[in-house]
Every structure is written in structure tokens, then in C-alpha cells.
């Protein structure tokens, strides 16, 4: 899925996303690796892979994302490329993907998996964090009792799965999983209207065609719908739920 995304919002409002995904490093065995950074972004999560002696490269699909990352850090190698269409050949020790892979349609999940692997020498490392089952299951669920109120279908846009479904995904194309976690993370959003604005950001391909008036009376109705699960102490919350999953090519 191909999203324009405003690198420079999104790296102000949503820095929680490669805050978080620091702790997948400490999943990397070895020093002084040659890294892909799938998916990243505005190179945040890339900068602290560098600040820790590997090599690193970084690539994205959104244009607008990758020269930001480059303005950001010109020290670094980033460029546009797509996980469906990688041609890197045994190039690299370690793969790193924060928040990315719940973006490729399933039908395309294992396309995308082996395209990885393909990138990685043998022993290669796959490290990755994405949505997993029951991955912001309130938000959704609440969006698509909207749309239905209005006569609309809701379409959901990503895939979330189990850490089995995953693992036999990753061992059918030839990795051996290593280390798999499903867990929940309620994660604060900014402002007052920190939910709506959430949607706004990550919720964009259902709302395609939408006038906007109806597309903000959806997401202000889901807000305050979801007001009580997800509203605490003056902070709105996303009810994430993470799958993050270590990898190895045999």
C-alpha cells in the first residue's frame, strides 16, 4: 500500500513508531553488520542502527519519507524501493522492519518474504515487529459500525496475524523463526483529538472517495464511541497489538 505520507508531521506527532522499534536491535546478534532498514521511514530508527556501528541502508516506498530521511541524516544511503520488487542478491547480514510489513496486502505477504530472504547471506538475520492478531481491534471494529450505520462497507486495509500463521509463512520460503512474540502495547496518541488524528494519519485507504465531511463525522462518531475503552487520565489511546518475530536463513 502506497501512502503520501507528510514525513515531517508524521516524525513530529507519531515519533512513538521508531521509538519503539529500538528494542528490535537488541534482537541482532553480531557486530558491525550490513543492514536494510525495510520500511524506514524517516530514517529515525536507521540513524540509531548507524549510532551502533553497523552499516546501514535505508529504503521506503514513499518518496516524501525518503528525502526526509536523507535531509535528516545525509550520512546515510537512502533511496525508494518497494518490498515487492527488491533485487539485492545475498547483500546483507540483517534485515530490520519496524511497523511496515501489516502495510502489504497477505496475498503479497509471501512474495515480500522472500524477497527478504533473497536480500540475505546465508545465516542472515530477519528482525521485524509489525500489527499483529487483534491489532487496534476497538478502533476497527468501531469504524466498521460506522460505515455500516451509513450504508457503507468498511474494507480493512491490512493484514494482522497470528504468530503461527507468520511463522509458517516465513518457514514456507525457506527461514527458520527463532524467537516470536504476540503482545499488547496501548500506546498514548498527542492532543485531544490524539484518536482522530491517528486515523487520519493510518487509517486512509477505507476513506477513499469519501467526501471529507463524511469521512470527519466517521472518525469524531468513532471517537466518541470509543471514549470510555480508550480515553484515560486525559489521553486517548491505540490498542496496538505487536507481533515481533526473529527470523534466520538456512
Known amino acids: ?30 557486530k558491525k553488520l550490513k543492514i536494510l532498514d525495510l520500511g524506514c521511514g524517516g530514517g529515525n530508527l536507521t540513524k540509531e542502527i548507524c549510532d551502533r556501528g553497523h552499516e546501514v541502508t535505508g529504503i521506503d516506498l514513499s518518496q516524501n519519507q525518503i528525502e526526509f530521511a536523507k535531509k535528516c541524516y545525509p550520512e546515510i544511503k537512502f533511496f525508494v524501493s518497494d518490498a515487492l520488487a527488491l ?4 547483500e546483507f547480514d540483517a534485515v530490520i ?8 496486502d497477505e496475498r503479497n505477504q509471501p512474495l515480500a518474504a522472500k524477497n527478504v530472504l533473497n536480500c540475505l547471506k546465508k545465516g542472515g538475520q530477519f528482525v521485524f515487529e ?6 487496534n481491534a476497538l478502533i476497527h471494529g468501531e469504524l466498521e ?6 450504508g457503507l462497507k468498511y474494507e480493512m486495509a491490512f493484514f494482522f496475524p497470528s504468530v503461527g500463521q507468520y511463522s509458517s509463512l516465513l518457514e514456507g520460503v525457506g527461514f527458520k523463526v527463532v524467537y516470536a512474540l504476540l503482545f499488547d502495547r496501548p500506546t498514548p496518541l498527542e492532543g485531544e483529538n490524539g484518536l482522530k488524528d491517528w486515523m487520519d494519519t493510518f487509517v486512509k485507504a ?24 480508550l480515553y484515560r487520565n486525559g489521553v486517548w489511546y491505540a490498542d496496538y497489538v ?6 534466520v536463513k538456512f
Open 87 to 90: 533485487d539485492f542478491d545475498q
Open 1 to 30: 500500500m502506497n501512502i503520501d505520507w507528510d514525513a515531517k508531521s508524521y516524525s513530529e506527532h507519531f515519533s512513538f513508531v521508531p521509538q519503539y522499534g529500538r528494542d528490535l536491535i537488541e534482537l541482532l546478534d553480531g
Open 206 to 229: 477505507p476513506f477513499y472517495g469519501l467526501d471529507k465531511s463524511i469521512s470527519d463525522d466517521i472518525k469524531l462518531c468513532a471517537q466518541t464511541a470509543l471514549k470510555d475503552k
Open 130 to 135: 509489525m500489527g499483529g492478531a487483534g491489532n
Open 145 to 150: 459500525r460506522q460505515f455500516a450505520k451509513r
Open 97 to 104: 522492519s519496524n511497523a511496515v510489513l501489516h502495510w502489504i
Open 242 to 247: 505487536r507481533l515481533r518475530m526473529k527470523a
